[in-house]
C-alpha cells in the first residue's frame, strides 16, 4: 500500500493547488473524509487504503485535461462529481462502506504532461524528482506522466485484490485508456466495453498524438480484436457515418436518432448484441456528452439532441445487471465551462451516473437511494 500511496493523493488532492481554490478543496476533503484538518484527511486516507484488499469497488480519480481538445475543465471534473455527489447523496459514506466501494483518490497529475512516452529522459528525471524526491530521479520504474500513472495504479490496485471493480472519475476521455488497458490484461474469457458518446473517439492518432480523448476508443477497439466487442451508443456527431465505422473498423454503433426512435429499446439490443458474441463481462464508459446538452452542458464538447439521463441510467443499470462489470467511468464533465446552473446541472447529472455506477459494480442497489 505504501507503493500504492506513493502515486496517489486524497480524493480532491490530484491537482496541484498552491493558494487559488486550495480552501474549497480542502473543505471537500474534509466532508469527504469526515476530518477535522489536512492531517486527519491524511490519515483516513491512508486508512482507507489499507482495505483495498478487502473492497468490491475502488474509486479512483484521474483528473487530467491535457488529452482534451480546445475546450478544456475537465480536469476538475473529479472534484466536481465528488461535490455533488455529497449534495445528491448526503449519507453517501455510509452508502458506501456498507456496500464495500472505498474512494482511493486522485493521480496526481502534472498538468503539462500526457504521457510518459512523448516525454524526453530529461524530462522525466525532473518530474520524477519533483513527484517522488530527488533520490529517484534515475528509477525509470517510475511513472510521471498521468497517463502513466494511471495505468500503473490500477496494476497495482488489482495486484492486491484481483476481483476489484475500478470506478474511474476523469478527466478528458483519454483518461478511460489506462484503464482499460490495465483491466485488460487480467479479464477473464471475452470481454466488451459499452461507450456512451456523442462523438466516436475512433481515430488511430490525433495530430501525431497517439492516446488523447479523440483516440483512445480506437485503440481499445484495438485491444479487444475489434468484432463488435466495441458498442458505441448516442453518437450524433461525426464526419463519418455509421456504415463507415462499422464495416472499417468492426464496432456496433447505436446512434442517438435510434435511440430517440426507439427508447430503451436500444438497451435490449445492445444486450443481445453481447450476449450473442459470448461476452463475459464489460467495462461502461461515460462520456457526459453523451447526454443532451440542456441537461449537461458544462463540457468539452456539448451537442445536442442526445440521450436523456433517464437512458443512460437505465443503460448503466441494465448492463450491469446483464453481465459482470469489469469497471465504469464518467469523463468530460468540465465544471469551469458555461454558467454556474450549467456546472451545477452537469455535476449533479455525473453525480446521478456515479451512484448507478457504483450500485451495478458493487451489485447494491441501495446506492441509488434517493438519487432517481
Not at 243 to 250: F, P, R
Request: glycine residues 10%; hydrophobic residues 45%.
Amino acid at each position: 500500500m505504501d507503493q500504492i500511496a506513493r502515486f496517489l493523493r486524497p480524493a480532491a488532492g490530484g491537482i496541484h493547488t498552491v493558494s487559488t481554490g486550495r480552501r474549497s478543496r480542502e473543505a471537500l476533503q474534509q466532508a469527504l473524509y469526515g476530518a477535522r484538518d489536512a492531517d486527519e484527511v491524511q490519515a483516513k486516507w491512508r486508512q482507507t487504503l489499507e482495505g483495498v484488499g478487502q473492497a468490491r469497488v475502488a474509486v479512483l480519480g484521474i483528473p487530467s485535461d491535457c488529452g482534451a481538445g480546445l475546450a478544456r475543465g475537465a480536469a476538475f471534473g473529479p472534484e466536481g462529481v465528488r461535490a455533488a455527489l455529497l449534495r445528491v447523496c448526503p449519507d453517501y459514506a455510509a452508502r458506501a462502506a456498507r456496500a464495500g466501494i472505498l474512494d482511493v483518490g486522485d493521480v496526481f497529475v502534472v498538468p503539462q504532461l500526457l504521457s510518459d512516452d512523448m516525454l524526453s529522459e530529461e524530462q522525466r528525471r525532473w518530474t520524477r524528482a519533483a513527484l517522488y524526491g530527488p533520490a529517484a530521479a534515475g528509477d525509470a520504474d517510475l511513472p510521471v506522466a498521468p497517463l502513466s500513472v494511471a495505468e500503473r495504479v490500477v496494476d497495482e490496485l488489482l495486484r492486491v485484490n484481483p476481483t476489484l471493480r475500478i470506478f474511474m472519475l476523469g478527466g478528458d476521455h483519454s483518461v478511460a485508456w489506462p484503464v482499460v488497458a490495465a483491466l485488460a490484461r487480467r479479464a477473464a474469457g471475452t470481454w466488451a466495453i459499452v461507450h456512451a458518446d456523442a462523438h466516436t473517439d475512433l481515430l488511430p492518432h490525433r495530430l501525431g498524438v497517439r492516446i488523447c480523448f479523440a483516440t483512445w476508443a480506437y485503440h481499445a477497439n484495438e485491444l479487444l480484436g475489434r468484432g463488435g466487442r466495441l458498442v458505441q451508443v448516442g453518437v450524433r456527431a461525426s464526419s463519418r457515418s455509421k456504415e463507415h465505422w462499422e464495416s472499417t473498423l468492426g464496432v456496433r454503433q447505436f446512434w442517438a436518432d435510434e435511440v430517440r426512435a426507439r427508447g430503451t429499446a436500444v438497451i435490449d439490443d445492445v444486450i443481445r448484441h453481447l450476449q450473442g458474441l459470448g461476452v463475459r463481462s464489460v467495462y461502461l464508459s461515460n462520456d457526459i456528452d453523451a447526454t443532451d446538452e440542456a441537461a449537461a452542458p458544462s463540457t468539452g464538447a456539448p451537442e445536442a439532441e442526445g440521450l436523456t439521463p433517464d437512458f443512460v441510467s437505465a443503460l448503466i443499470a441494465r448492463v450491469g445487471a446483464a453481465f459482470p462489470l469489469l469497471g465504469a467511468d464518467v469523463v468530460e464533465v468540465a465544471p469551469p465551462i458555461g454558467s454556474a446552473e450549467g456546472a451545477r446541472r452537469t455535476t449533479e447529472v455525473a453525480a446521478r451516473y456515479m451512484l448507478a455506477s457504483l450500485a451495478a459494480l458493487s451489485g447494491s442497489p441501495q446506492m441509488m437511494g434517493d438519487s432517481e
